[in-house]
């Protein structure tokens, strides 16, 4: 708990900060993450080539940055490049018995899964829609928030009311109840946010329809990235990807969901945000 009241804050800030602040947060995070992912990777058998996906993984949101700023335009070319020394790497370091295609498959997964889509923060922080940091910061914020919502609201109902298992296979605890409670609540908060606090921080909302569509979308995409975390755990053996977030477990853990709702959300603000009516 002291951690998280810590962090947030932090986070935030650096949110608002924006450029080289937010981009070597999302660095960090994205390094730790694809770490945890690659560790988890080692037990089920296969040894992913983790020194040069943590630091391509760390590499994309700077990248990013770079490209935002209109200073840096990595060509196809090169990242046809990047995967191939990839593979060449493989050769020599796994060989056969290393199992080098399932090696180099799960690097690249762990570069574009984590790097590339947490880096869809820095895309929402500068979006077109941004007004001024302020504006951005709100932009985050929307999937981060209604993320939070959606786990709150699916915790609190699955346990009051939670009878039928979701998937049992992939996560026991999870439940069909839980599952509409963090649906419904993430509908009203989009609602909520939608129209009562970005309409002054951001001077944008959503219609009342597009809130509960945007709100509904993004709890099934949190729910979904949960849930695919805790597949490859439960393939890995393992019940957190690391014990790196004191009380929380790992930082893939505190992540897995937002890789799905910030890339979501960053296409959904394109086609359901309009101007604030004032």
Do not use: C
Request: aromatic share 8%.
């Amino acid at each position: 708990m002291l951690f998280a009241v810590i962090a947030a804050p932090v986070t935030i800030l650096i949110i608002f900060l924006g450029d080289a602040w937010l981009a070597s947060l999302l660095g960090i995070a994205a390094a730790l993450a694809s770490w945890e992912l690659y560790r988890m990777a080692g037990h089920t058998g296969v040894r992913p080539i983790a020194g040069a996906g943590i630091a391509l993984s760390a590499a994309v949101p700077l990248v990013v940055h770079g490209h935002f700023l209109r200073v840096l335009n990595v060509p196809l070319s090169a990242l046809a490049l990047v995967m191939l020394g990839l593979l060449a790497i493989a050769i020599w370091a796994r060989g056969v018995e290393g199992h080098p295609l399932a090696a180099t498959a799960i690097t690249v997964f762990g570069v574009l899964y984590i790097g590339g889509m947490l880096s869809f923060a820095y895309a929402l922080r500068y979006h077109r829609f941004s007004v001024d940091a302020l504006g951005g910061t709100a932009l985050v914020m929307l999937p981060v928030l209604l993320t939070w919502g959606s786990d709150i609201g699916a915790y609190f109902v699955g346990r009051t009311f939670g009878r039928r298992k979701l998937i049992p296979a992939v996560s026991p605890g999870k439940t069909v109840e839980g599952a509409i409670g963090g649906l419904v609540t993430t509908m009203l908060l989009a609602l909520a946010i939608g129209r009562f606090v970005l309409p002054e921080v951001a001077s944008l909302g959503f219609t009342t329809a597009g809130a509960l569509l945007f709100g509904a979308l993004i709890s099934v995409a949190a729910q979904v990235g949960d849930l695919a975390e805790s597949l490859l755990k439960r393939e890995a053996g393992v019940k957190d990807s690391s014990h790196l977030v004191p009380g929380h477990g790992g930082v893939f853990d505190r992540l897995d969901s937002l890789l799905f709702t910030l890339p979501l959300g960053y296409f959904l603000i394109e086609f359901l945000m309009v101007p604030a009516i004032r």
